[in-house]
């Protein structure tokens, strides 16, 4: 049960944009281009560096949601979404995305701690600067959007299959479908 009365029984991150619409807005704009709009990372890549941070914050919301959103848009499926949660060292990923997510795991743990040995880490394994730019705000915004759910309570879901349903319209509509336009919140 969420610390405060929402007022709707949406899942996760969409009854608190229910309840206040007016950051709804902004928050999904900043997940849609972050998570689906231009960048030299594929859309499933973002998706599991969102699961991973979420993972990395025990959000079990964020992860089942970012987790399915990855699978249902990387070639592979589940399968480097369970290894990268379980050790992304031994994931079956390319040594630029091992990188990239060790930055991520920094920036979980404090932006400052991310070095210049992080950073050329990853361009030794060919990350450009966009892709470093990204996967630090990525991961930030994930600390921030998983901290909001859990922080309220908001209802997490326990079957898979919820998570499937809400999958198939973020890779299909995009992050703003929950606000009435063309385009679901972060969940």
Same mark, same amino acid.
Do not use: W
């Given at each position: 049960?969420?610390?405060?009365?929402?007022?709707n029984?949406?899942?996760g991150?969409?009854s608190? $944009?229910r309840y206040?619409?007016?950051?709804?807005r902004?928050?999904?704009?900043?997940?849609?281009?972050?998570?689906?709009?231009? =960048?030299?990372?594929?859309?499933?890549?973002?998706?599991?560096?969102?699961?991973?941070?979420?993972?990395?914050?025990?959000?079990?919301?964020?992860?089942?949601?970012?987790?399915?959103?990855a699978a249902?848009?990387?070639?592979?499926g589940?399968e480097?979404v369970?290894q &990268?949660?379980?050790?992304?060292?031994?994931?079956s990923?390319?040594?630029?995305?091992?990188a990239?997510?060790e930055i991520a795991? &920094?920036?979980?743990e =404090?932006?400052?701690?991310? =070095?210049?040995?992080?950073v050329?880490?990853?361009r030794?394994e060919?990350?450009?600067?966009?892709?470093?730019?990204d996967? &630090?705000?990525?991961?930030?915004? $994930?600390?921030? $959007?998983n901290?909001?759910?859990?922080?309220?309570?908001?209802?997490?879901?326990?079957?898979?299959?919820a998570?499937?349903?809400?999958?198939?319209?973020?890779v299909? $509509?995009?992050?703003? =479908?929950?606000l009435?336009?063309?385009a679901?919140g972060?969940?």
């Amino acid at each position: 049960m969420a610390h405060i009365p929402l007022g709707n029984d949406l899942p996760g991150i969409t009854s608190l $944009f229910r309840y206040r619409p007016e950051t709804a807005r902004p928050l999904s704009e900043l997940a849609e281009v972050l998570l689906r709009g231009e =960048s030299p990372l594929s859309r499933g890549e973002r998706e599991l560096i969102a699961a991973y941070v979420s993972a990395q914050n025990d959000c079990r919301y964020c992860y089942s949601s970012h987790a399915a959103f990855a699978a249902a848009q990387l070639p592979e499926g589940t399968e480097p979404v369970e290894q &990268v949660c379980a050790d992304p060292s031994s994931a079956s990923i390319s040594a630029k995305m091992k990188a990239l997510l060790e930055i991520a795991a &920094v920036v979980r743990e =404090s932006g400052k701690s991310v =070095s210049d040995k992080h950073v050329a880490a990853a361009r030794a394994e060919g990350a450009t600067d966009v892709e470093i730019h990204d996967v &630090v705000l990525i991961a930030a915004a $994930f600390c921030m $959007f998983n901290r909001y759910v859990d922080g309220l309570a908001a209802f997490t879901p326990d079957d898979p299959a919820a998570y499937e349903l809400m999958a198939e319209r973020v890779v299909r $509509f995009g992050y703003l =479908s929950s606000l009435g336009g063309p385009a679901a919140g972060p969940a």
